[in-house]
C-alpha cells in the first residue's frame, strides 16, 4: 500500500507526488519550487538551499527528519558548483550515519536555468 505525502508546498500541476511512503520507505523528488509554484532559476545557492529546504519539508511532512533520509541523487547541471552543492549538503547532513549519496552531471533539467533537482528516499516509521 502507498500514500501521499501532505505538504503545505506548492501544489503540482503534473502528475507528480511530492513525496509517496510505501512500506515505511519515503520516495521523493525536490527542485528548488518556490511556494508560489515558481521554480528559483537564480543564484546557485538559492537553488541548493531551496532544493534542501524542500526535501527536509518533505520528510518532515511525511513524520520524518533529515536522520531519515538513506540516499540522495543529486542531478547538478553545473560542475562549477559541486564544491558549493556539497558545503551547503553538509549543512542538512552533518551527522553520520550520512545518506548514500551520488551526483550526476546532466546537461540541462526540466525547467530552464535549474541547475539542480534531487531525488531521495528515507526510511520512515511506519507509525507515521
Known sequence: MKKTVETKLWKNPSHVSGGVIANGILYTAVIPRKLDGSVEVG???KQIRLALDNLK???ESAGGTLQDVTQV???LTDTDQF???IGIYKEYFADPPFPSRATIIPAKLAVDGMIIELVAQA?????A
Open 43 to 45: 543564484a546557485p545557492e
Open 57 to 59: 519539508h518533505v520528510v
Open 73 to 75: 541523487i543529486c542531478y
Open 83 to 85: 564544491d558549493l552543492m
Open 123 to 127: 526510511h520512515i516509521s511506519t507509525s
